[in-house]
């Protein structure tokens, strides 16, 4: 199963946001460590570090998700579709994905709605005072990202369902080894 182009150009955009947010995890890690290090050794704290992780976190969290759904390495039990044969595991897959779909579709609207009474209060953050609006409205954009791309997932189950062909989008999590003679 080798994915399709359009999919393996949807990963690359979705795998780089993935690494953006793993680097900024990386950096709240090293900040953390610092300042648990500053503490016993009474060297300068980090003033606001939880300011700063109640605005990194959401960004580094939401980031995964695109790359998550494009490649279905969420957990999933497929038993019952490897019983039932190909079609029958493509139909269930279909369902799987209209399912996730419905629920990220709620869960960005939710976010949308959240972000707006965030920036309609002026939220900040307590200790320093981060305007917390600017990052969810990023954060936001990043989780209303997953339904179209969810879509993209559910219409290539779709199609495989209806021709009993592999799904455009399978492949990415596992890339076959080919091997010449």
Partial sequence: MKPTTTASKIDSVT???ALIGFIGLMVAAMLIFYDGGARYLNAPRIHGLKDYGEVVYPLVIASCFPA?????TNVTVRVLGKLGGERFHAWLETFAALIVLAFFSVLAWQFFKLTGKYADAGRTTRTIGI??????SITTVIMATCVPIQFYVFINWLQAAITNKHA???????PEIEIEN
Avoid: A, C, D, N
Avoid at 68 to 72: A, K, S, V
């Fill in 15 to 17: 795998q780089t946001v």
């Fill in 68 to 72: 998550g759904l494009l490649r279905q």
């Fill in 131 to 136: 305007s917390l609006s600017p990052y969810w």
């Fill in 168 to 174: 455009g989008h399978e492949g990415l999590s596992h």
